[in-house]
């Protein structure tokens, strides 16, 4: 197995309260070592790279220093997509999201550079899915649960990190109910992992899970989410207006920037349903005897 490299990031953003706390959260509570500015440092290759439009032109000095399996996210305010970056999210998405996405992009970086041959295997075992039902309860559980479907979706590293993102804003604002101003809080003050822990352990929200139900038919992959939690609007959280209580709507808007078709709320708000669009059958059968 491939050793593990340690997580060097590079945080080139202007900098800004959610800049800091990003910071403090990634530094004190997420075991990263964080570089910030806009000039990277000659100690060695980063793996992840955060960077905003100001900075942008800095994105080709992180592919020089690139660690194996460079991740890099644009935080854009909607200008051209760049080939240096890999995922875009919106400039006003906050730090709570941002540290999900940055969580997402991690795992995934480690699952590729070290369970290779695992990947191969899993793949195997689950491309013959039709349809399946899973329930998770933790964030590790909705880690290892969005990379092995993941594997069986287009754009499998953009649907790994969005739906790693559904799956734990289910889990922290949904059956946890944690308001997204405790989550920055926590964030800010280097104790994000401590709190979710407290917070998973308080007798309150014993027993809830995240369940989901996986279904795929010639055309369309469907992945239905549902929380037990109290839920929200569904039309203010398609809205995703970032001066009202919609932190989830937030992760949803992101989401769907990062490989899927379409998303949309269901019922009271506590489910909702992920699709994706397939290559048709026979599309699928000319690639594959092209490559033979």
Not at 118 to 133: G, R
Not at 166 to 171: D, G, H, P, R, V
Not at 191 to 197: G, N
Request: proline residues 5%.
């Amino acid at each position: 197995m491939t050793t593990k490299i340690p997580d060097r990031l590079w945080l080139c953003m202007s900098d800004s309260n959610r800049t800091r706390t990003l910071s403090r959260a990634l530094a004190k509570g997420g075991g990263y070592t964080v570089y910030m500015g806009p000039t990277l440092d000659e100690e060695g290759p980063v793996g992840l790279v955060v960077c905003d439009d100001r900075n942008s032109p800095r994105l080709p000095d992180a592919r020089r220093n690139a660690a194996p399996n460079q991740k890099v996210l644009l935080v854009t305010g909607g200008g051209a997509r760049l080939p240096a970056a890999d995922f875009y999210l919106d400039h006003d998405t906050d730090a709570g999201v941002l540290f999900n996405v940055i969580e997402g992009m991690r795992f995934l970086r480690d699952y590729e550079m070290t369970l290779a041959e695992l990947q191969k295997v899993q793949l195997a075992s689950v491309t013959s899915l039709v349809q399946a039902e899973f329930s998770v309860s933790t964030v590790e559980e909705a880690r290892d649960l969005a990379l092995m479907l993941a594997q069986i979706c287009p754009q499998p590293s953009h649907v790994a990190v969005g739906l790693y993102v559904l799956l734990t804003n289910a889990i922290e604002h949904g059956n946890l109910e944690i308001d997204p101003a405790e989550k920055t809080q926590a964030l800010a003050e280097g104790k994000w992992r401590r709190y979710l822990k407290t917070r998973q352990d308080d007798r309150q929200f014993a027993g809830r899970e995240v369940r989901v139900k996986f279904q795929r038919g010639g055309r369309v992959l469907s992945l239905l989410i549902q929380d037990d939690g109290l839920g929200i609007d569904p039309e203010m959280a398609e809205r995703a207006d970032p001066t009202r209580n919609t932190y989830r709507g937030k992760g949803v808007k992101m989401a769907r920037s990062l490989g899927f078709s379409q998303l949309r709320y269901l019922g009271v708000g506590n489910m909702i349903e992920a699709t994706l669009l397939l290559k048709p059958p026979q599309m699928e059968d000319v690639r594959r005897s092209a490559a033979v």
